[in-house]
């Protein structure tokens, strides 16, 4: 069955990226190859669908300049169902679809395929996917940052009777969680 899964990178105090939607403070975290890229790549195999909010698409587009090389998309993202949420007309890639408003029918077309979502963030829309009872499970990589604002990870309420710790896994200088939400 498909799963809804949040997977993404935070800093301790629970931010996506800091106040101008940099993520300089993730790239200067030292990297390990191996279980993280792993993990990663077991995990998008699995995806059928990919949900993500404008401002995280438009850090994609500039951040790998992906309109001077739209194959890029391809190449990460290519035969899944990429949908961003927008109420704004934003240069279109291949593979990627638009939409706005309710997200309900967005997921639903997205479990279609009957593969794994990614709920890439940011952190609001995984919440409305929240809020509709659409999210399975968290896979949060904390990074050994504090950035002390920024776009937040997850500005819902969600307590121990919502999350249950699944999985715990050090990567070098992160740790990987794993929750289940549980769908009221
Ligand atoms: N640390 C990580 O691994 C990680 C993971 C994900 C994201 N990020 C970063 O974190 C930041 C997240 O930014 P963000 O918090 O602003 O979130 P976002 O979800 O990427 O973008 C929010 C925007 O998406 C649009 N949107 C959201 N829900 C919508 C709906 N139901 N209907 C229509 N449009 C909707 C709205 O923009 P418009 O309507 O104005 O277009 C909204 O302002 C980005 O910089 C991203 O690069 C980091």
Excluded: N
């Excluded at 997977?7 to 301790?12: D, F, K, R």
């Excluded at 993520?23 to 995806?47: N, T, Y």
């Excluded at 090389?69 to 934003?90: A, F, H, I, N």
């Amino acid at each position: 069955m498909s799963r809804t899964i949040y997977y993404t990178a935070t800093t301790l105090d629970g931010f996506l990226a800091d106040p101008s939607d940099s993520l300089d403070w993730l790239f200067e975290v030292p990297a390990e190859e191996g279980s993280a890229s792993r993990r990663f790549e077991d995990f998008m195999a699995g995806v059928g669908g990919i949900l993500m909010g404008s401002s995280t698409y438009l850090w994609i587009l500039d951040h790998e300049k992906v309109l001077e090389s739209p194959e890029k998309w391809q190449e990460w993202y290519g035969g899944k169902d990429c949908v961003v949420m927008t109420t704004r007309e934003l240069p279109a890639v291949p593979g990627v679809r638009f939409a706005s408003g309710d997200v309900r029918p967005v997921h639903a077309s997205l479990v279609a395929s009957g593969k794994d979502v990614w709920a890439a963030g940011g952190g609001d829309l995984v919440g409305q996917l929240a809020d509709a009872g659409l999210v399975d499970e968290l896979w949060v990589s904390i990074a050994p940052v504090t950035l002390g604002a920024g776009k937040p990870l997850l500005p819902r309420v969600l307590t121990a009777k919502d999350l249950t710790l699944t999985k715990v896994e050090p990567d070098g200088q992160f740790v990987h969680l794993t929750y289940e939400v549980t769908r009221r």
